[in-house]
């Protein structure tokens, strides 16, 4: 019996080390199969995200950028189209806020998690400041907002003419030369009123801004743009529906500058009126003007202009230039060439009807130079300054009274002046000493 057992307990001994021998033997390549088995299930999901890109945040940027640093070899670029949309989830209205996003959260596709791209746009709006009144999709209502805010003003306001600006830089960056444009608007057309789009000014903030001129009774109105019912019935309807879905890229131009292109022509075909950039200097009237743009620069031979410029357009309701123009844009849109949808534009549109044998007469006018572009953007600098010598002082003098007889404005290209100070006795001074409505600012002394 006691053998029996002895030999029992031996079987049993030998089976558990044979049992411990397997499973240690085996342990390593059950470790190896799980790990395996995680890495495929990971490579897995990282091949089903990559192939379904996350949707972009609800959420755009401040526009914190500066609208004066694009493009160094293009300093001709007025203030309104300079400065540096959101994704295409974004709002019509919140359209203007975004710059660092146009490139990358607008139409490329982004190869990072939603929760990742959220957490970044968290940051990004607590770094720019964004309120979520800023940030919020519009309604409905919202839409509805923009057309009755813009026919209540105009109903109520008796215009004698109807100017648009379009500001789509930061608050902070609407400085004294963009109030003294206002300013010269209102010296030469008092019974007029202004229509400032943009989603910066239209707060409490921008309200005090304007306050000075709502004080006197001038009558000026900060809106956000609803994009959808501007460019409604035209064929930026579709150019824009195309370029939230993502459809073609907006290249490497900020987009905001060519919205801005866009916009002035669909504001003046839906309404009429005056657009005027925000480096521009008012000189005189322009109530007595329909239908016409200005030439930047003539051929030095044939003396016929070389290239018009869209820095100060003025045209009625539905007139069919713009719409040409507006055409033209949606169907030659290129964001990768400085100019290629603003001043080259109008320029390549207004050629072809001067070449071609159509008999159709469009009723618009090309003005000269002198009348808007009095000053080329390579000398706007000698305007800021005071002379210092007898000869200077005459050619000071002969040049503001020629400014004075025959300029109904002067555009001060803002890449090249925007560091340059005004000194006393400067032609840029008197002018603005003409033009002025507050009279006593520290901007003119």
Not at 324 to 340: A, C, L
Request: with cysteine; glycine share 4%.
């Amino acid at each position: 019996m006691e053998e029996s057992r002895r030999t029992e307990q031996v079987d049993l001994l030998q089976r558990l080390k044979k049992l411990t021998v397997s499973l240690v033997c085996c342990l390593p390549l059950s470790l190896l199969g799980l790990l395996l088995m995680l890495l495929l299930i990971y490579n897995s999901f990282s091949a089903f995200s990559l192939h379904f890109d996350p949707i972009p945040p609800k959420s755009t940027l401040s526009l914190n950028y500066n609208h004066h640093q694009v493009l160094h070899h293009h300093p001709s670029l007025s203030s309104s189209s300079r400065s540096t949309l959101t994704s295409s989830s974004k709002s019509d209205s919140s359209m203007l806020l975004a710059v660092k996003e146009t490139s990358l959260g607008f139409v490329q596709k982004q190869k990072v998690s939603p929760i990742k791209t959220e957490r970044r746009t968290r940051r990004r709006k607590r770094r720019n400041g964004l309120t979520p009144a800023m940030t919020q999709k519009p309604q409905g209502k919202s839409r509805q907002k923009f057309k009755t805010r813009i026919k209540s003003f105009l109903s109520e306001s008796s215009c004698e003419s109807l100017f648009f600006m379009i500001w789509i830089s930061s608050l902070e960056s609407f400085g004294e030369r963009e109030r003294f444009t206002i300013e010269s608007l209102f010296k030469s057309h008092p019974n007029s009123c202004l229509i400032l789009v943009s989603n910066s000014l239209d707060c409490e903030r921008g309200t005090l801004i304007l306050k000075p001129f709502t004080d006197k009774g001038l009558k000026v109105l900060a809106i956000k743009p609803d994009f959808t019912y501007i460019f409604k019935d035209t064929s930026a309807e579709k150019w824009f529906e195309r370029l939230k879905k993502g459809m073609f890229s907006p290249g490497v131009i900020p987009l905001e500058q060519n919205l801005s292109n866009i916009l002035r022509l669909a504001l003046l075909y839906k309404f009429g009126g005056i657009y005027l950039d925000t480096d521009v200097i008012i000189l005189k009237p322009l109530t007595s003007l329909h239908n016409v743009i200005g030439a930047q620069t003539v051929d030095p031979v044939t003396r016929k202009w070389s290239r018009l410029n869209n820095a100060v357009l003025i045209f009625d309701k539905n007139h069919p230039l713009l719409k040409s123009f507006i055409d033209e844009f949606s169907r030659t849109f290129n964001g990768n060439k400085w100019g290629h949808n603003g001043p080259y534009l109008v320029s390549r549109v207004v050629a072809r009807f001067n070449v071609s044998n159509s008999s159709w007469d469009m009723g618009f006018s090309v003005l000269p130079p002198s009348s808007f572009y009095p000053v080329d953007w390579t000398r706007i600098s000698g305007f800021y300054r005071a002379s210092v010598n007898g000869r200077e002082a005459n050619w000071s003098h002969k040049r503001l009274m020629h400014l004075r007889k025959h300029s109904l404005s002067v555009h001060l290209w803002n890449r090249e002046s925007k560091k340059l100070r005004i000194e006393k006795g400067s032609i840029i001074q008197k002018l603005m000493s003409d033009s002025c409505i507050f009279c006593n600012s520290s901007f003119l002394h």
